[in-house]
């Protein structure tokens, strides 16, 4: 059984920061790569940050130069370091294990299997 979890989420202010975590539990990351999405109320999930087993990292434009992807090995976790923050960036965050190597830096959400449950990001201005 895979089971992941996401920890981390809460309510900042504009500009404040953020660091989300994300320990699977069943899989080890060096044999997967790992996403994170987030959707807001009344739209669509969207990608945000990929990083493969070689430690090659993708952002999505929106929060490009705000957001950073990384990994510990050691403690079997993926990290989203989230600065700058912006209302716009409130939405329930997700980790998710990729189903293989294909579009995984696309972000596309039918190219990740495994999903945890979320953790809730809220920016005020």
Same mark, same amino acid.
């Given at each position: 059984?895979?089971?992941? &979890?996401?920890? /981390? !989420? !809460?309510?900042?202010?504009? %500009? %404040?920061? +953020?660091? +989300?975590?994300?320990?699977?539990? !069943? ?8 996403? $994170?999405?987030?959707?807001?109320? %009344?739209?669509? *999930?969207?990608?945000?940050? &990929?990083?493969?087993?070689? /430690? $090659? ?7 490009? /130069? ?25 939405? *329930? ?6 189903? !293989? $190597?294909?579009?995984?830096? *696309?972000?596309? *959400?039918?190219?990740?299997?495994? $999903?945890?449950? /979320? ?7």
């Amino acid at each position: 059984q895979v089971q992941v &979890a996401e920890s /981390g !989420g !809460g309510l900042v202010q504009a %500009g %404040g920061s +953020l660091r +989300l975590s994300c320990t699977p539990i !069943g899989l080890r990351l060096v044999n997967y790569a790992m996403g $994170w999405f987030r959707q807001a109320p %009344g739209k669509e *999930r969207e990608g945000v940050a &990929a990083i493969d087993n070689d /430690g $090659w990292t993708t952002v999505a434009d929106s929060v490009k /130069g705000r957001f950073t992807i990384s990994q510990d090995n050691a403690k079997n976790t993926v990290y989203l370091q989230m600065n700058s923050l912006k209302p716009e960036d409130t939405a *329930r965050y997700y980790c998710a294990v990729g189903r !293989g $190597w294909d579009n995984i830096f *696309r972000l596309r *959400r039918y190219a990740y299997g495994y $999903w945890g449950q /979320g953790t809730q990001v809220t920016v005020s201005s």
